[in-house]
Each structure stands twice: as C-alpha cells, then as structure tokens.
C-alpha cells in the first residue's frame, strides 16, 4: 500500500464502506498506475477482497511522477474524509515535501484547507532545513510568481523636503476621512429609508436627523404675576410628560439618528428625560448666547443649550468641520433661534431626509412638524 498517504478508516467508517458495497457495488473506480500499484481505493480492494470478490472497476493512471502520484492519492481521498487538524498538517507536510515549489494557496486548493495554514507548516519546513527556501513558486494557473509578497519600504525625506510629505500625507488624510464620511452619511440616510415602515403615521417616515424646539411650560414662583414673560403668551405649551410621551411616539424607536434638542437652564433635566424616552443618548452641546440677560432665579439667563444626542450608529462631522461650542448672537422675536444653527446642522448631513419638530418657520429642505409649520406641513 505504497500510496496510501492517509489513515486507516475508522471501523464505523469501514462499516458503512463494507455495506454500501454489499448493497451498491463498488460505484467509483478504484485507481492504479502502470505497475498495478493502488493509487486510489485501498478500503475498496480491502472490503472486496474480504467478500471473496475478485473483480471491481478499475481505472490505470499513466505517466504520472512519484510526486504525482502521491498528490493525486492526497487530492482523491482527502474531499472525502473528515481529517483532525494533525491529519490535515500531515497531509500538507507530505505535499510540501513532494512539491516544495508549488504555491501555498495551491496546494491548500489541493487539500481542502486553508493556505495560512500551509504557508505555516511551509516556514516550519524551511526553518527545519526539510525542504529549500525559494524565490519563486508556481501558482493555481501554473506560472511563476514571487514565493512572498515584496515589502515596499518608503524612506524618510531629507529635512528640506518633510514639510512637504506631511502636507500631501494630510491632504491624502482628509480625503479619505471625505470618502469614508460621504459613504457613512449615504448608508444612515439609508437605514432612516428602509424604516419608514415602522414610522408613526403622522410622520409617514423615520429620519436620520431631527431638530427640536419643545414649547418648554416653565415652572413659576406665582402664577400671578410669574405668567407675565411667560411663553404661553406667544404660543401653547406643554408639560414634560406631554413633550416626552409625543417626541416618543414621533421618533422613538431604534432607527439610527441624530437629535438636536433644544433647552434652556432651568429645563435642562427635563430636555435629558426627553432624549433618553427618544432612545438618544446625550453626546455633546453647543451653546447660543443671546447677548441680553433675561430673567431667572439663580442666575440671569443669556444663553441656550442645543443638546445633540445619537441613536445607533450615526455619523459625526468630519475632523475640522465642527463648529465652536459657543455662538454669539443678539436674540430676536420670542424663541426664534438662529439661522446659524440649522444651517451647520444642514451643512453636517447634506442632501439627508431632515425633520423640524416644533416647527414655528419651516425651512427649504426640511420637513417640518408643528403647531405653526403652517399648511401642507407634517
């Protein structure tokens, strides 16, 4: 049996040999070369031989090397045996041993396994001084090919000339981030699409970036005279409860998206409690001085929080695009914000499905929704 590279079968295995045999016949051809020795269907002649059988199909393989001849014992048995890992490493040092200058990955296409694991048992080999180390090897379509990957090695520059190889390296930076980041933002503007299915009615659609303005019902020391400056004098407002448990049944879920939401001092807890009933987690804020002090208890507010929060995975804005945390800006009418935030939101995620919550004055390329988005609105 001198080419009978793999072990013995299992007696289960030799088992079920021996009775579809019985049953079938011998159904693939048993291998030979020209001086009659056994390439293929050693198991076969065995059970044959022990049921006084004295003839089976046979097929004769000519002109073939002995190197050959193994690989091809290797090849027809291994498909159809289930190996251990030490098996399969004897397998290989067999081949490699036999055909040292054929590729990795072809001899792992000829063994069914996986080529880092030839290309280890191969360095294995070559540090043992069992087989040489060669330059070139021979590939799946049989041409020659470097037997590794050339390492390409750039040098540092002279002095004079690094500032300028770190200018293009920069530049080759931020273009990449640009890819990545356009390619990002494509894909969550994708995700809002395919969940639409799942958006509450009175949006029609879920969206990858929302923007809000509660109309905040503030807390007073007396409802007497605390209501003069109150909000509820320009328009309704709500309780948090309310905002909370509307925003929630308008964009909650689990569709990833960016929430821009708007929050004074005293409201500040409440904006948070709305976030996380949203499914945001809080990220980050910007803060928009208003120039003129109002009013307040500890303190005479002249600023505004615009709180940012994200759900799954959302896109940031690209290094060096974010603005600074603090705007300045004279206020104007009664909760009017201004432009400036909007637009940097617009300028962060372009050409992307946006949505105005608590709208007062819609804006080109917005949807909007609210008490004043006006006719036609959400």
Same mark, same amino acid.
Request: positive net charge; glycine residues 8%; aromatic residues 6%.
């Given at each position: 049996m001198k080419y009978q590279l793999l072990p013995p079968l299992s007696p289960e295995?030799?088992?079920?040999?021996? $009775?579809?045999i019985i049953e079938h016949g011998v159904l693939v051809p048993v291998e030979y070369d020209e001086e009659g020795n056994i390439l293929d269907g050693h198991h076969r002649v065995q059970v044959c031989e022990s049921l006084g059988l004295a003839d089976w199909p046979r097929f004769v393989r000519k002109g073939l090397s002995e190197a050959e001849k193994r690989t091809l014992a290797r090849e027809l048995n291994v498909s159809r045996r289930h190996l251990t890992s030490a098996q399969k490493r004897s397998l290989i040092v067999g081949q490699l041993r036999d055909t040292p200058s054929i590729s990795s990955r072809a001899i792992a296409?000829?063994?069914?396994?996986?080529d880092k694991t030839v290309a280890k048992v191969r360095r294995q080999l070559v540090d043992a001084a069992e087989i040489p180390h060669l330059e070139e090897v021979e590939g799946r379509d049989g041409k020659? =090919?470097? /037997? @590794?990957?050339?390492?390409?090695? $750039?040098?540092?520059p002279e002095p004079e000339n690094r500032r300028e190889l770190m200018r293009v390296a920069k530049g080759i @930076? /931020?273009?990449? =981030?640009?890819? @990545?980041?356009a390619v990002r933002l494509a894909h969550m503007d994708m995700v809002a #699409?395919?969940?639409a299915a799942r958006a509450p009615e #009175?949006?029609? @659609? $879920?969206?990858?970036?929302y923007y809000a303005d509660p109309p905040w019902q503030f807390g007073v020391r007396s409802e007497v005279t605390g209501r003069e400056k109150s909000a509820e004098n320009h328009y309704p407002t709500m309780e948090t409860g309310a905002i909370a448990e509307l925003m929630a049944r308008l964009i909650g879920g689990e569709t990833p998206a960016v929430l821009f939401l708007w929050a004074t001092n005293p409201m500040l807890p409440d904006a948070l409690r709305v976030m996380e009933v949203c499914g945001f987690a809080y990220v980050h804020h910007w803060i928009w001085d208003k120039e003129v002090a109002g009013t307040g208890y500890w303190g005479r507010d002249r600023h505004e929080l615009l709180l940012i929060g994200r759900r799954g995975d959302v896109v940031a804005p690209l290094p060096?695009? =974010?603005? #600074?945390?603090?705007y300045r800006e004279r206020k104007g009418r009664h909760s009017a914000k201004p432009d400036f935030f909007a637009e940097t939101i617009e300028r962060f995620y372009p050409d992307m499905a946006r949505l105005e919550l608590f709208c007062r004055s819609p804006r080109p390329g917005w949807d909007a929704w609210g008490f004043e988005a006006g006719e036609g609105q959400a």
């Open positions: 295995d030799f088992a079920a040999l021996e $009775a579809s296409a000829m063994l069914g396994v996986d020659k =090919q470097p /037997a @590794r990957k050339t390492i390409k090695t $750039a040098y540092m @930076r /931020a273009e990449t =981030q640009k890819t @990545r980041h #699409e395919k969940g #009175e949006l029609g @659609r $879920a969206y990858p970036v060096g695009s =974010q603005p #600074e945390t603090v």
